[in-house]
């Protein structure tokens, strides 16, 4: 079950900034987006529900170990990269699968942050998600994924995920999004985030007739949705990179969306792509 709590905030203004507080499966969550200016008076109502006690965590001094579950080799590279890269956190162990992730176990309980993929090769991260969420001492749970529909995400939150990133997160958004976790915030990607408002406020996702895309067009969302890069894209459809920005202009068009992770939502919504869970 889902439904609003009390939100306390500083001087922002709805979605162009307020820290949003949300209940969802008994627990309290407090929404940080990237790109969004989160007041710094903002706070939430504390949450003691099942025995979970105060949800803020200090952070540690040193390095935090991130433990990932992800199938695809370019996205754990990526992660791997940006984690060596980023100041008070060290890439841990990675597993492509929940067959290797239970054999990884160990590595996993001893991490301090997990990111996890929803779609892979043996099952749903959801179920992995759901076995980590009970652990002493619990570490924190992020969902790292392409699926943005309200099915996974509602899946994965009651499942005990503390935030929720999709996959065409910039770079440079990763190691805030890590800390607002830490700090045991609720970070989400603001495309989920509106996502969750319009539901718990009983509104309607904006609709639109249904979208003719080329074959091209599909080939180049579906590379889109594993959470290929444009010039991956180039590389494997054999194109210049020039025609792959070219492609994903005219997608953002006929599916009226401004970002990767609004196009996959909206394609998957349409029925111009089938996403898997």
């Given at each position: 079950?889902?439904?609003?709590?009390?939100i306390?905030?500083g001087?922002?203004?709805?979605?162009?900034?307020?820290?949003v507080?949300?209940?969802?499966?008994g627990r309290?969550?407090r929404?940080a987006c990237?790109?969004?200016?989160l007041?710094?008076?903002?706070?939430?109502?504390?949450?003691?529900?099942?025995?979970?006690?105060?949800?803020?965590?200090?952070?540690?001094?040193?390095?935090r170990?991130?433990?990932?579950?992800?199938d695809?080799?370019?996205?754990r590279q990526?992660?791997?990269r940006?984690?060596?890269?980023?100041?008070?956190?060290?890439p841990?162990?990675?597993?492509?699968?929940?067959?290797?992730a239970?054999?990884?176990?160990?590595?996993?309980?001893?991490?301090?942050?997990?990111?996890?993929?929803?779609?892979?090769?043996?099952?749903?991260?959801?179920h992995?998600?759901?076995?980590?969420a009970?652990?002493?001492?619990?570490?924190?749970?992020?969902?790292?994924?392409?699926?943005?529909?309200?099915?996974?995400?509602?899946?994965?939150?009651?499942?005990?995920?503390?935030?929720?990133?999709?996959?065409?997160?910039?770079?440079?958004?990763?190691?805030?999004?890590?800390?607002?976790l830490?700090?045991?915030?609720a970070?989400?990607?603001?495309?989920?985030?509106?996502?969750?408002?319009?539901?718990?406020?009983?509104?309607?996702?904006?609709?639109?007739?249904?979208?003719?895309?080329?074959?091209?067009?599909?080939?180049v969302l579906h590379?889109?949705?594993?959470?290929?890069?444009?010039?991956?894209?180039?590389?494997s459809?054999?194109?210049a990179a020039?025609?792959?920005?070219?492609?994903?202009?005219h997608?953002?068009?006929?599916?009226?969306?401004?970002?990767?992770s609004?196009?996959?939502?909206?394609?998957?919504q349409?029925?111009?792509?089938?996403?898997?869970?």
């Open positions: 079950m889902w439904s609003y709590c009390e306390l905030a001087d922002t203004d709805s979605l162009s900034g307020k820290a507080g949300l209940i969802i499966g309290a969550l929404l990237a790109g969004w200016r007041a710094g008076k903002a706070r939430i109502l504390r949450s003691r529900h099942a025995g979970m006690g105060d949800m803020t965590q200090a952070a540690s001094c040193t390095d170990r991130v433990f990932v579950l992800e695809d080799a370019r996205i990526r992660l791997q940006l984690l060596e890269a980023a100041s008070g956190y060290a841990g162990a990675m597993a492509e699968s929940l067959m290797a239970d054999r990884l176990r160990d590595e996993a309980r001893a991490s301090d942050v997990l990111l996890i993929d929803l779609r892979l090769p043996d099952g749903s991260g959801s992995f998600i759901a076995e980590a009970a652990w002493q001492p619990r570490p924190r749970i992020a969902v790292f994924s392409v699926l943005g529909d309200e099915a996974n995400v509602i899946a994965a939150l009651e499942a005990g995920a503390d935030g929720y990133l999709l996959k065409d997160l910039r770079d440079v958004d990763l190691v805030p999004m890590l800390d607002a830490m700090r045991g915030e970070p989400m990607s603001p495309a989920i985030a509106r996502h969750l408002l319009r539901r718990f406020r009983g509104e309607a996702s904006p609709g639109a007739p249904q979208a003719r895309l080329s074959e091209r067009e599909t080939e590379l889109i949705a594993k959470g290929y890069s444009s010039s991956e894209i180039a590389q459809l054999g194109v020039s025609t792959v920005v070219t492609h994903v202009k997608i953002y068009d006929k599916l009226n969306v401004h970002s990767r609004q196009a996959v939502y909206e394609a998957a349409q029925g111009l792509i089938r996403m898997g869970g």
